[in-house]
């Protein structure tokens, strides 16, 4: 079968950085989705790879190993609007996107 | 309309009713895209569409239909809805398969 894991929840403090892990088991590979959903609104794009290493965005990095089925989604210098849920998300062979469950990202003061 | 739009907001509906989604997209994207997404789980897709006059089903297509007729609009319908359909509806699009998805603000239904 097809699985993203993610973990459920994380907290962190504002200013600092954090870093939020994918894995994922899927029939076939044509890119992984970073999304960000604050709560009660439409996901929104940040990122995708399809290549192996890192792609930065501002404050946001997106980093891929497809050999090993895994991606991080990096935040530096965390703002209190970054709280929300961030959601991981792979292509497969029939160009689906395949989602995870999402991360929810609690910033602190 | 700047990019897509979606009808009702909310809605709460009686078990057995007929219920139509409506989604609407002005950015020319040739595929578009029906999901639900209910608390603990991803987003799941239930119907999508690559581009007018196609469509095909998802991961949940069952107790849902969607039409295709023209390039903007995505209407999914519930025949007879049952509570198990009760979730946050989100329609969206993209320009090319394997580009990103743009979102609508989604639709909160309640089926009780």
């Known amino acids: 079968g097809q699985n993203i894991d993610q973990p459920t929840e994380m907290t962190a403090t504002e200013g600092a950085i954090v870093q939020i892990n994918c894995t994922y088991q899927t029939s076939g590979f044509n890119g992984l989705f970073w999304y960000q959903q604050h709560a009660g609104e439409a996901p929104t794009f940040l990122s995708y790879n399809v290549l192996d290493g890192l792609e930065e965005k501002g404050r946001f990095s997106s980093f891929l190993s497809r050999s090993k089925g895994y991606s991080y989604l990096l935040l530096k210098e965390l703002q209190m609007k970054d709280s929300a849920s961030y959601l991981c998300?792979?292509?497969?062979?029939?160009?689906?996107?395949?989602w995870g469950a999402g991360t929810k990202l609690i910033i602190k003061p | 309309i700047a990019g897509i739009t979606q009808a009702p907001t909310s809605q709460i509906l009686a078990a057995g009713r007929r219920m139509t989604l409506r989604c609407t997209q002005d950015?020319?994207?040739?595929?578009m895209y029906w999901y639900r997404q209910d608390l603990g789980l991803g987003l799941r897709l239930i119907h999508y569409?690559?581009?007018?006059?196609?469509?095909g089903k998802g991961e949940v297509p069952d107790g849902y239909s969607v039409s295709r007729a023209n390039t903007d609009d995505f209407p999914l319908t519930l025949a007879s809805a049952v509570p198990s359909q009760t979730s946050v509806y989100f329609c969206a699009s993209s320009d090319d398969l394997n580009n990103e998805q743009f979102f609508g603000p989604g639709t909160r239904l309640t089926v009780l």
């Open positions: 569409s690559n581009t007018a006059g196609t469509t």
């Open positions: 950015m020319r994207h040739n595929a």
């Open positions: 998300a792979v292509m497969d062979s029939n160009y689906q996107l395949i």
